[in-house]
């Protein structure tokens, strides 16, 4: 693996590090900023500005109008956008919908993908993936699936109850994980208009950066047409795994940016803080935090290049996101809160925005599988003899 940045990458790079600092980074705390994410409003701004700048979905093929980039490119990208609140929705590169476009280009139509993906990549629409269930339904174990998919005639008729269902409130179309009679379990597609679709409520959660929040959706028999079928019948749990694996990574990619803002302002303000007559950072306490700090972020970064590499190489890396996922999302925790410490009082409310940085980040050890399933996973694979790359 050459750590080397190629010239056209270290240009991409610095062009998104340049658009983040000066047209996304002053919109932080715009009125567009809701409890429930970014307003729809906000959100068409945001994408606006990086489809003038030509950084919109850049992670989408060159065929679909993206950029095409690999996943070892995403990762230096995603991070230079995660380094504000607002980057990853402006390049549409955030939850559902990165891990949707992923999905889509991999397994749909070319029918659904003019119908749905397109205007998806093109920032005009949102999408949600409706796969988390109310106990007893799945949740980190996706088998325990409660929503049904029954048979009639040309369609499938769909009733269950999904939540925590990222960006439900205003998206466009729905991907719906269900159950089918024979205990296998498939992927359908579904426009977020149909009345047998109910959004019953929008969740409060602890993170703030997701446009339209965290639903709670019901469909109450839901007819899906066969031709709406994702991919093929019964490999729904195949499709997630194509989906996740790649998923896991971006969100830490993403989240290793937001990290990085936040050591740095931690940083900045230890160099010019007094106290006890010298620098914050003189202080032997804080400067041991704020080397952890850079230890922890290089550890992070580090295992996503690497499994980005893996995945670059067309291995699965189920086992290496899996394992990126605890230690980025407990690494990048620690940089934050690390940061909140250090910078005091300013840490812990809105004069600077470590704070919304710190709700934001403590979810992440929960999506995509907390840190307790990854490591069960890991450490049964490890003990059924399978060797990591």
Known sequence: MDFALSRELSTLQKKARAFI?????????????????????LRSRLVAKARDAGLLTP????????????????????EEAGYSTLGPTA?????????????????????QKERWLRPLVEGHTRSCFAMTEPSPGAGADP???????????????????????TGANGASFVIIMAKMEDGSATMFLSDMDRP?????????ALDTCFTGGHGVLRFNNLRVPATDVLGEIGKGF?????????????????????????HDIALAYARK??????????????????????????TARLHIWHTAWLLDQGERGNFESSRAKVVCSEAEWRVVDRSVQILGGQGVTGETIVARIFADMRSFRIYDGPSEVHRFSLGKKLVAGRTPK
């Open 21 to 41: 600092q000066a047209e996304i980074i002053p919109l932080e705390n715009d009125v567009g900023q809701t409890p429930h994410g970014p307003s729809e409003e």
């Open 59 to 78: 992670h989408a093929s060159k065929e679909m109008g993206g950029l095409g980039l690999c996943h070892v490119e995403k990762a230096i990208v995603f």
């Open 91 to 111: 390049l549409n590169i955030h939850a559902p919908d990165e891990g949707n476009i992923h999905l889509m280009e991999e397994v749909a139509s070319e029918e």
């Open 143 to 165: 088998s325990m699936l409660q929503t049904t998919a029954v048979r009639d005639g040309d369609d499938y008729v769909i009733n269950g109850t999904k939540w925590f269902i």
């Open 196 to 204: 047998e679709i109910e959004v019953v409520r929008t969740m409060d």
């Open 238 to 262: 195949r499709y997630a795994q194509v989906r996740l694996a790649p998923a896991r990574l971006t969100h830490c990619m993403r989240w290793l940016g937001q990290a990085r803002r936040a």
């Open 273 to 298: 803080r007094e106290a006890f007559g010298q620098k914050l950072g003189d202080h032997q306490g804080v400067s041991f935090m704020l080397a952890d700090n850079e230890m922890d972020l290089q």
